[in-house]
């Protein structure tokens, strides 16, 4: 029903900078939070950052004031524009979006989305 198709990945350079999308298409009514997780080779998934329709943003810790996640509501979009990159951001990134579906009038139901994922590398 819906499809996040994300770019932008790819191998970079320590104190270089990478820019993800993800845009989202399908049978959308509207998206509640969007966001970005990676998983390294080895490790969990975890939350790189997130961003609520109205603009609200949640960042890790270990990201914080080197991302920055932004949206484009009218384009069902989200970005990760990723500055000062380190060798340990290496991983597969993964996009997110809390989708909400409207099959009938007055029917409404949530589902969540992933992306297929794109690869990041830092290189030392």
């Known amino acids: 029903q819906v499809q996040l198709v994300e770019s932008g990945g790819g191998l970079v350079q320590a104190g270089g900078s990478l820019r993800l999308s993800c845009a989202a298409s399908g049978s959308i009514f509207s998206i509640n939070t969007m966001g970005w997780y990676r998983q390294a080779p080895g490790k969990q998934r975890e939350l790189v950052a997130t961003i609520t329709s109205g603009g609200i943003t949640n960042y890790a810790d270990s990201v914080k004031g080197r991302f920055t996640i932004s949206r484009d509501n009218a384009k069902n979009t989200v970005y990760l524009q990723m500055n000062s990159l380190k060798p340990e951001d290496t991983a597969i990134y993964y996009c997110?979006?809390?989708?909400?579906?409207?099959?009938?009038?007055?029917?409404?139901?949530?589902?969540?989305?992933w992306g297929q994922g794109t690869q990041v590398t830092v290189s030392s």
């Open positions: 997110n979006a809390d989708v909400v579906h409207k099959p009938y009038p007055n029917s409404y139901y949530g589902r969540d989305y």
